[in-house]
């Protein structure tokens, strides 16, 4: 790409202006950019003077600024475009800001900002929401524009760039002073006699000081040796009830309460910021009237609709804490929140739709990412459609507490030639009758442990299986891409319901069986055989050494991919949740086979074993080779973002 690169449009089109030093990614960045504001000209600047230049030529709308690696001189590229281009808006691609810094600066400012790498969905986002329309903020803090520029979006520049800088700041004639950050954290700040956070809450609390910067030495000053961000959080609130009678709106501003909005009511549940400024700002720009409350993780977002019980509900799929489904579970499972539709809206389509046709309060869906018009379209259709009616009340009957019945005492009959049977689970949707539980006398040193057979009333295992691997790529942002991986070992660990784990014993340990594939190539059921020998844990390896380095091409863009040494393989548990459909006996009682149900394609993979609750990455199995036995001798492993 050339030094700068403007697509088709004059100065009078509207236009953004990316700094990016690096062409592969600008040519990503300015791609992706293209499709989520088609109306925008697109300006690529590789340094920052090219950048000031371009901007006099072109009055940008919006600067996308990659600060990954850092740039020098920054802090005075920002002041002029601030005088220049006060109405323009800017996002800055950079390392993640701290949660706690996020939470008390909220998104006011003059800066956005997007944690690197990122999905496109979450760019797609970002993009759209800094370019508007933003409603008018109910904060006195101006929002969204260069002219704001402040401090405290210089220090959060500097630290999303993890760089090593001096801000210097200067008030008046009297008052100067600097503020030390190193690799993106602040290690000291000074002013007059003052040093350390003492400094900073004095600094911090200076409206409109001059900011410029200045390279850092090689030996910084650590005043601010721990919790820089507790420090920082502290210094900042300081500062803001200092300053508040200087930004305070004016006094008939506040005596005019605004008007309560009487539209319908939407509860957002997403754990992308900048995705819920777009999703709110558009919609209730498209409706001034709706009533719209965010969430960012599934149990929030939960509690927000059990307490404003809303008309829609849009949910993303993945969730810090919940995935949708579980969502979209939970909500059904309270009657007060049983018939609020719910619109889904994730990259994840695969898992999204399975969602939909499992759950009959997901009424629609939207695949991530989308821009603004599809949106406002599609909640337009669901809020105006008949609501939902309820589902009758199913009542679950207590299950009588009674004894075991027993087989009868006398000597039993020598077994006749049966063959082995099956015992399937109830139902889900019956009423399952009191367990019965049958006795057989032990065989003679038997070659299976000893087991008694229970109907089964609940049906969810989880199996656990090492893995080799035996290839990894990596994508273009250099994150952990598709996983080539073998099983370590046949046996594998295996946590049943409780009646079956009763009969088999808690140290039965299983071997894989026969697999059988759908004709997708994936895995539909699963045949375990239980051993005499009890599960061993094999230990995990999270080293990967590199065997050799290949280039994997693709249809958008190429691959990098790692095959490891042969001597020390990285090992890594997948953890799949699984059916028990079936228990296979033996004539004489043994359990002799189980079958197990494959329902989703999505699995855990985790380099801690011990870890509480199977935590661990979401992978998509999407393809399974199986041996001459029909066991499984490879899995292919999608990471699930």
């Not at 220090?155 to 008052?175: D, F, P, T």
């Not at 063959?419 to 009191?434: D, M």
Request: charged residues 20%.
């Amino acid at each position: 790409m050339p030094a700068s690169s403007q697509s088709s449009g004059t100065a009078s089109h509207r236009s953004i202006l990316l700094l990016e030093e690096y062409d592969a990614l600008a040519v990503a960045i300015g791609s992706a950019l293209k499709k989520f504001a088609p109306q925008h000209a697109i300006s690529v600047a590789p340094y920052l003077r090219e950048a000031e230049k371009l901007a006099a030529e072109i009055n940008p709308e919006l600067f996308v600024i990659d600060v990954d690696p850092p740039w020098l001189g920054l802090t005075e590229f920002l002041e002029k475009m601030r005088t220049a281009h006060p109405d323009a808006r800017a996002l800055v691609i950079g390392a993640a800001i701290p949660a706690e810094i996020a939470a008390e600066r909220g998104s006011f400012g003059a800066l956005q900002f997007i944690n690197k790498p990122f999905e496109l969905a979450a760019f797609g986002a970002a993009v759209q929401a800094v370019l508007g329309p933003w409603r008018e903020s109910e904060s006195a803090i101006p929002r969204g524009s260069l002219g704001a520029l402040n401090l405290m979006d210089v220090i959060l520049l500097h630290c999303g760039a993890c760089a090593s800088v001096i801000v210097e700041l200067s008030a008046n004639a009297q008052r100067s002073g600097k503020i030390h950050i190193a690799e993106g954290e602040i290690a000291h700040a000074e002013t007059g006699a003052l040093s350390g956070k003492e400094a900073l809450r004095e600094i911090l609390s200076w409206p409109d000081a001059r900011i410029t910067e200045a390279k850092a030495a090689r030996s910084t000053q650590h005043t601010i040796q721990r919790n820089w961000v507790t420090i920082f959080v502290e210094a900042l609130r300081v500062a803001k009830a200092k300053q508040l009678p200087r930004i305070s709106p004016p006094k008939e501003a506040v005596a005019a309460k605004p008007r309560p909005r009487t539209g319908k009511k939407i509860v957002a549940i997403d754990d992308t910021e900048m995705l819920l400024i777009f999703v709110e700002d558009v919609l209730a720009t498209a409706d001034p009237e709706l009533q719209i409350t965010t969430a960012r993780t599934g149990a929030e977002g939960i509690k927000e609709v059990e307490r404003v019980v809303p008309d829609l509900v849009l949910l993303d799929y993945s969730l810090p804490d919940l995935n949708g489904d579980e969502v979209c579970e939970r909500l059904l499972q309270n009657e007060g929140t049983a018939r609020v539709p719910v619109l889904m809206m994730s990259g994840h389509v695969a898992e999204m739709a399975a969602t939909a046709r499992r759950f009959e309060n997901v009424i629609a869906t939207i695949e991530k990412p989308f821009l603004s018009d599809a949106l406002v379209q599609l909640v337009q259709k669901t809020l105006a459609a008949e609501p939902r009616k309820q589902r009758p009340a199913v009542e679950r009957a207590p299950i009588p507490q009674r004894e075991a019945i027993a087989w009868p005492k006398e000597e039993p009959k020598p077994p006749q030639d049966r063959g082995p049977f099956v015992v399937k689970p109830s139902p889900p949707s019956a009423t399952p009758p009191p367990p019965a539980i049958f006795e057989a006398p032990a065989p003679p040193e038997p070659t299976l442990p000893r087991v008694r057979v229970a109907v089964i009333e609940a049906n969810e295992a989880v199996l656990a299986l090492f893995l080799e691997v035996v290839s990894m790529q990596l994508t273009p942002e250099l994150q952990m891409g598709t996983i080539r991986a073998k099983p370590a070992s046949f046996t594998i660990s295996l946590h049943l319901p409780s009646a079956v784990r009763q009969t088999a014993g808690p140290e039965v340990g299983f071997q894989l069986g026969p697999t059988q594939l759908d004709q997708d190539g994936r895995i539909s059921s699963l045949r375990l055989i239980p051993t005499s020998r009890t599960f061993q844990p094999a230990e995990t390896r999270h080293a990967f050494e590199i065997g050799a380095v290949s280039v994997i091409p693709n249809a958008a863009r190429a691959r990098v991919q790692l095959t490891p040494a042969g001597t020390k393989p990285m090992t890594m548990e997948l953890l799949a949740h699984l059916e028990l459909a079936a228990v296979k006996l033996s004539p004489t009682f043994q359990v002799e086979e189980l079958v197990l149900k494959w329902p989703t394609n999505v699995v855990s993979v985790t380099l801690n074993p011990k870890a509480a609750n199977q935590s661990g990455a979401k992978f998509e199995a999407t393809s399974v080779k199986l041996d001459s036995s029909a066991r499984i001798a490879e899995f292919l492993l999608n990471p699930i973002r």
